[in-house]
């Protein structure tokens, strides 16, 4: 009878145990996010970008942050606003991604940010990318992960397309990640 209420008492102990628990992301999230700050790595093809619908920054951040992201860790995508052209008064240039002086710029808002990720020499699928608004001066945030590949190095493409007064611009940025 002993042993019987022994392992009843056993049991719900476990039980409780481990209901009282939480998910270790819950926590590594809420106390990392804050803490991480965006730039720019060195394996990264472009920083700042120049289109005929303004100037934009991609910059990435994550723990581990080196000069090249680490597969299987969580990392996060910054896109923000450097300047805008002002494309309602009907102002066009060439696309071009070196950064131009004396453009005359006005803020506009973004109506849509679509990304996607791909390596670059290396097939492995199209991972979508998706951006949340962060802030009210057109900074856009997403989060993601890679997926790790046999070699040791992978150069990743970020593709993003902006969509800005009934206007579409695609660029890109290519990156490199590290095997775990």
């Not at 902006?162 to 695609?170: C, K, V």
Request: glycine letters at 2%; one cysteine or more.
């Amino acid at each position: 009878m002993l042993k019987i209420v022994l392992k009843k008492f056993a049991i719900i102990g476990f039980v409780l145990l481990v209901s009282a628990c939480n998910p270790v992301a819950k926590k590594s999230t809420a106390t990392h996010v804050s803490t991480l700050v965006p730039q720019c790595i060195r394996s990264q093809s472009q920083c700042e970008f120049t289109t005929e619908l303004g100037s934009f920054t991609v910059k990435f951040s994550q723990q581990q942050l080196a000069d090249t992201l680490i597969t299987e860790l969580p990392f996060f995508i910054t896109l923000s606003e450097l300047n805008a052209s002002n494309v309602l008064e009907g102002v066009t240039e060439e696309a071009t991604t070196e950064p131009k002086a004396n453009t005359q710029s006005s803020q506009v808002n973004i109506s849509n940010v679509s990304a996607y990720l791909e390596g670059k020499d290396m097939f492995m699928g199209k991972v979508p990318v998706f951006f949340e608004q962060t802030d009210k001066s057109n900074t856009y945030s997403a989060q993601s992960l890679l997926a790790s590949c046999s070699e040791e190095f992978m150069v990743w493409r970020l593709w993003i397309t902006l969509d800005i007064a009934e206007q579409s611009q695609t660029f890109f940025v290519d990156f490199t990640s590290q095997r775990l």
